[in-house]
């Protein structure tokens, strides 16, 4: 817990560099350890070897005398004892002969048994470890020992090891020194690594702290980015991509929106500057209320298209939408529009069964109260309007195709299907669903603001479906929406 909260106010190479050297002392720290351990297990088994061969030759020179001094007196068997260099005594090995009281008999070297000053030493020794190996202290000296025991006699045999005490004290310094420079090399050529690492990430940092409306087509070079960094750069390459393509379409609404403000404004401004030029008859102020009335419904319809623009972008929540009928919904839509078609002798025909949909009834009402009128708006005189509906299913991939029979439908599809009166050439198909964009095709029937098909896109959008635009022959004008049908769980509430 304390870790995480230490990490978590750090930087991320603070961060990475405090959990590597973590990581790496632990690692030492069982070096060293494991490293000492082995070093004293190696000589401690030296060290047995030799006290064990002493041990064996002393027992040995101990048993010759004892079996050649059999028939001798005491006094002269005591004698008899003394250690020589025939009792095998190599290394520097020290030894004393004591009887089973404790009591000194002889030592090698002969000053070694002035040494002990408890003169009991060897007995308790002997009753606590008998003839397992232990370490001991003589006046500020190392030896390794061992006591041995025949029939008359005990022995303690004791190899100095002051040296290796002095080894292990100079190695475990050394070690380390060495353990700490290896730890402060890792994690200074770590620190450089993550720092080269992270070197980019400042290259990304800059780009967007550079970022403003006059600079939005800079990009990060991908080619030059590690192959971990490369993702980042690339996404970061496509937010910018979108923020550029989305501010510039802004840019160009808030054109377009202020051109569409200033002509009625303008008119309302001149109209009201002419009226009060000088006293006019009640008429004519009458007729020009009239125009002014006229125009403020342009600019009413005008902000009211531009609200549900803003409302059907910002998407609806499907908990709103309901089983919709959109046959009902067609008939009253071709009801109302029916006598401005009969006006260019325009007949509406519907094709297909006109099933219910998933989403918002006066929503879906104004798309096709949009799509009739701009159909009718382009419909060449003494022509047919068909609007016709059918069923399809979700895309499918090669591996599904195998089950694309047995899926249900998905998508109700309404196509409105008209004959142009003026052909519309490819390149301007792509426009008709733009913001404020006109045909240059003007008459009686139709003064709108371009906003028509933009919000019958939105909303299709809204809905999760799809629109899409073609003209066929440059004189057959299709506009296809894909809605959403309802789950059978919907329709059963």
């Given at each position: 817990m304390t870790t995480t909260i230490i990490t978590g106010r750090l930087s991320l190479l603070w961060r990475t560099l405090f959990l590597l050297t973590l990581f790496v002392a632990f690692t030492q720290i069982g070096l060293y350890l494991w490293i000492q351990r082995s070093v004293t297990g190696h000589l401690e088994q030296m060290d047995a070897e030799i006290l064990t061969h002493a041990a064996t030759n002393l027992h040995q020179y101990m048993m010759n005398n004892a079996n050649a001094s059999a028939a001798v007196t005491p006094q002269q068997n005591t004698k008899s004892i003394l250690l020589s260099h025939e009792a095998g005594l190599d290394y520097d090995v020290k030894a004393v002969i004591t009887d089973h009281q404790g009591k000194p008999i002889s030592s090698s070297p002969t000053g070694f048994l002035s040494q002990l000053h408890n003169k009991g030493l060897v007995k308790d020794l002997w009753e606590k470890y008998h003839n397992e190996q232990f370490d001991l202290t003589i006046d500020h000296r190392f030896y390794r020992a061992i006591i041995i025991k025949n029939s008359t006699h005990l022995a303690l045999i004791a190899l100095p090891v002051d040296i290796h005490h002095q080894y292990l004290h100079r190695f475990n310094r050394q070690l380390i020194l060495l353990l700490l420079a290896t730890t402060f090399i890792l994690v200074s050529v770590a620190a450089f690594s993550v720092h080269l690492g992270f070197a980019p990430l400042s290259t990304i940092r800059q780009k967007m702290r550079n970022i403003n409306a006059e600079q939005l087509n800079d990009r990060i070079i991908v080619s030059k980015m590690p192959r971990e960094l490369k993702p980042l750069a690339q996404a970061y390459n496509a937010m910018m991509t979108n923020l550029e393509r989305n501010f510039e379409a802004l840019s160009r609404f808030s054109d377009d929106i202020a051109h569409e403000l200033r002509t009625p404004l303008a008119t309302l401004t001149t109209q009201t500057q002419v009226m009060l030029n000088k006293p006019r008859a009640l008429h004519e102020y009458v007729e020009q209320l009239h125009h002014q009335h006229d125009t403020l419904a342009q600019l009413s319809v005008l902000v009211n298209n531009m609200l549900l623009l803003a409302k059907t972008e910002k998407g609806l929540h499907d908990s709103h939408f309901i089983p919709v009928d959109t046959d009902g919904i067609m008939d009253k839509v071709i009801d109302y529009y029916d006598f401005i078609a009969e006006d260019k002798d325009i007949a509406f025909k519907k094709i297909?069964?006109?099933?219910?949909?998933?989403?918002?009834?006066?929503?879906?009402?104004?798309?096709?109260?949009?799509?009739?009128?701009?159909?009718?708006?382009?419909?060449?005189?003494?022509?047919?309007?068909?609007?016709?509906?059918?069923?399809?299913?979700?895309?499918?991939?090669?591996?599904?195709?195998?089950?694309?029979?047995?899926?249900?439908?998905?998508?109700?599809?309404?196509?409105?299907?008209?004959?142009?009166?003026?052909?519309?050439?490819?390149k301007d198909v792509a426009k008709l669903s733009e913001r404020f964009y006109r045909h240059h095709k003007q008459n009686q029937f139709h003064s709108g603001t371009g906003l028509g098909l933009s919000i019958v896109q939105s909303i299709v959008n809204a809905h999760n479906g799809k629109m899409s635009i073609q003209v066929n022959d440059k004189i057959f004008f299709e506009v296809s929406i894909q809605l959403p049908l309802p789950q059978a769980s919907t329709l059963s509430k």
């Open positions: 297909g069964h006109f099933h219910h949909v998933l989403g918002d009834d006066s929503l879906l009402q104004r798309s096709f109260a949009n799509l009739i009128s701009n159909a009718i708006y382009y419909a060449a005189e003494h022509s047919e309007i068909i609007i016709k509906a059918n069923l399809i299913e979700k895309s499918t991939d090669n591996r599904n195709k195998k089950n694309a029979a047995l899926s249900k439908p998905a998508f109700l599809e309404i196509t409105f299907c008209n004959r142009l009166d003026d052909p519309i050439e490819p």
